[in-house]
């Protein structure tokens, strides 16, 4: 066993220790109360050597510390609290953490048995490490990653999900269509003549034309279709359940909102049309990601080969009604099951 040299004191290394260290016996009663927990807790050892530690610590209970407490007494085993599990055990503030949510200091602690001459355990020490710096640490990692997964999936000029969220999503709809048999259909939309707008008043106002645009037809659809920038002017939009003929309409109402509705640009009034290709899946006998891509592209090359400004579907010599009532507070009936869709324009 090691000795000690003469004129050193375990009392004083105790106390130059960077965590916790105290000494509970058999009767909760603390015995030892090192520099640390001094000066964390604001408790001096006169204030606690003597004392139950329950009854300066009234929540430890619910930790089950006095449950680990008894196990360590009985198998003479040690005993661990993660930061990860518990957070902490004893409540003391993290004051000098500025810029994090922990309120209180973010702990490991550790239940060590202390043994007599015999061999039992008689006491056992309680050793509290600070963890907060790590708990920072992952919490602000975790958030890095929260943002990095929503900028992969996010536009950044209109906040609409890319191209790539938008396959992600799709498929997820096509392979639910072939499950419940409920149809999806897809739009894809361009806006017509956009070059012109860039190469008229540049390319800030055509941004800005984008993000008025995105936001026109977000506010069109219902809150669980998916808007999303295709490429360019093009935007698809996702409507799980809708058959084709609800789908037109819908875009058919969106398509006369935007030729009504003027971008405002260094005090001028810029006026686009819309273009628009509509696909479902109830018109095919094994839809796939693809199949459903390529006939509403297909679908909005015919609406813009014959005139722009205008809703077509596939397949294309299907007729619905394109007379859609338009205004300030224009109805037009799509229930949630797909059959119909109900959307006031703003």
Known sequence: MFNPPDGIDYAEIVDTLSQGIIVIDREMRILLWNYWMEAHSRLTREDVLGKKIGDLFPDLDQKGFFWKVRSVFTLGNFAFFSQGLHNYIFPLAATRYLETSFDKMQQ????????NQ???VEYICVSIKDDTDAAIYKERLEQSKQKLEIM????PLTGLVNRRYLFE???EEVSRHKRSGKPVSLAILDIDFFKHVNDTYGHICGDKVLVQFSELLQNQVRRYDLVGRYGGEEFCVILPGAPLAGAEKVMNRFRGYVEKTPCLWEEQKIYVTVSAGVASSENLPDVDLDSLLRLADEALL?????GRNQVRTWPVDIKTDHTIPLGANGLDVMSDDGAGMESTLV
């Open 108 to 115: 490991n602690v550790i239940l060590a048995p202390l043994r």
């Open 169 to 171: 999503r799709l498929q």
């Open 118 to 120: 015999d061999g039992q």
């Open 302 to 306: 015919e609406a813009k080969g014959n």
């Open 152 to 155: 992969s999936r996010t536009d």
